[in-house]
């Protein structure tokens, strides 16, 4: 088979969960290539053979309307499995059977080969932690709620619409963070000291910022031609609230190019404030 | 050196974006094994030849502490920051370098081995989406309004703290999908029709459920020794639960045993509901 390029194939995601994770590590090697694949198809919680068998058949028909083999991402923990798909007419890229051997020859030790709660958020003191924070989160958005903020690990400050919100989840989800959030307004901007709400909480402070333009975009489609969405309006609030973490010592970070988890992390390691739930 | 176990060993988590991908494969490989590492460090953004320099002297340091060197789980995309880590006293188990090779053979091209918006949230529609997703949850979580449940993509239901509020929000951040949330309490069971703010949506609705056990745990961490949280009252509510899920034909799932993760892909399986958001 020649090599045929990329937009022609198809590409499968296959894993005994919820292929969450399959999706995240073919998603970052596709993205070293220009062109993107125009079918691709998640197949969840294949976790027995004959659930396999039926992955291999997808695959093996896909391959053949094509006319060019499936690119195939797998995590599949238990070896039954994985020799099906295995077997199928793709490019079987496969975590396990990549990293497992490996492991276990350094450790001079056998994995157990079983499914597990081994993807996301399964054993039950994280999930618990989990489930606090994003009440927190939920309580503590968008300023709706300030007495809580002496329980909270951060608090993110920063214009409507500059990220502070889904942040704030990702922080509590990903990582059991308590993370409340207070938008900056207008009538908090300009004043001679930092708004009441917040003033208390300094050293628990993280300021988001974004670039005028972006914010413009992302306002535009939420209040089309509105003053919210002038170009001068947000020129004006974003130097106030830039001056203002200026001039405060905020750490702040800005989130024009950045994806909601990488202003996470980011502020984890900023800020130094410590995970609940470990890795 | 000698095999040692793992409990000895540190372990790094090293990626130049979050590391949360990092973190996800290694800790579904390390499941794999009965005792768990000690130390575990998470290095992100090492997206330069410094950064990389200063990993290796980490992972260096762990080996000379621990007599036994690090199990290094990597994501690093450009070559430069690899071999520096590569060189380090540690097992290096790295994605790009597992993958993209046979990935570029495949298609008889080669990877950028470019720094990207490879992880996560990137680009710029699939963030607006996340958002609006994501408000849509906020907007809709626990009944607190209803006026908006024609928008959803899917309404759950169950009994409070059987996991609805986290599933949403993974749905809206994993899926861009607009799930909204109605509490099914005592009032809601043993009527003769649906609750009255459900009852025009039926076929949006998935409930979920959860084994009285386990929902006795958790609420007796909220509210102890309440009538809440008492084992006859939460049997009732259980019960009646699921009897009406089967009475109205309401799909639904035992979050029991299940993360967030497998909860929201599961929902996706069965319900059909289509995620807003390509992998």
Same mark, same amino acid.
């Given at each position: 088979?020649?090599?045929?390029? +990329?937009?022609?194939?198809?590409? &499968? &995601?296959?894993?005994?969960?919820? #292929? ?12 070293? &290539? ?10 969840? &919680? ?20 094509? #006319? ?51 993807? %996301? +958020? ?20 968008d300023g #709706? ?12 400050v920063g214009l409507s619409?500059?990220?502070k ?16 959030n207070y938008p900056l307004t207008?009538?908090?901007? %300009? ?52 001056? +203002? ?32 739930? +470990?890795?």
């Open positions: 088979m020649t090599t045929q390029a +990329m937009a022609a194939r198809s590409v &499968f &995601f296959v894993s005994d969960h919820s #292929g969450v994770t399959a999706e995240t590590l073919g998603h970052s090697l596709l993205s070293q &290539f220009e062109r993107r694949p125009e079918h691709s198809v998640t197949l969840p &919680f294949v976790a027995s053979p004959e659930k396999a068998e039926e992955a291999r058949r997808l695959i093996d028909a896909a391959a053949l309307r094509d #006319g060019a083999r499936p690119i195939v991402f797998s995590t599949l923990v238990r070896e039954v499995e994985r020799a099906i798909v295995k077997q199928a007419n793709g490019l079987f890229l496969d975590f396990f059977d990549a990293f497992l051997l490996p492991l276990e020859q350094e450790l001079g030790q056998t994995g157990s080969h079983m499914l597990g709660r081994s993807h %996301g +958020m399964g054993d039950a003191a994280s999930y618990m932690t989990r489930i606090e924070a994003t009440n927190f989160a939920l309580a503590n958005d #709706g709620q300030t007495r809580d903020y002496n329980r909270a690990d951060v608090i993110l619409r500059s990220g919100t889904p942040t704030c989840l990702y922080l509590a989800l990903q990582y059991g963070v308590y993370a409340a207008e009538e908090d901007l %300009g004043g001679d000291d930092l708004p009441g709400a917040i003033r208390a909480h300094r050293a628990k402070l993280f300021g988001l910022t974004i670039a005028v333009e972006r914010l413009r975009e992302i306002r535009q489609v939420r209040k089309p031609d509105s003053r919210y969405a002038s170009r001068d309006q947000i020129r004006f609030e974003v130097e106030s609230v830039e001056g +203002m973490y200026r001039q405060y010592g905020i750490p702040s970070l800005d989130t024009t190019h950045s994806s909601v988890e990488e202003i996470a992390s980011r502020l984890l390691q900023i800020t130094g404030v410590q995970r609940r739930i +470990m890795p």
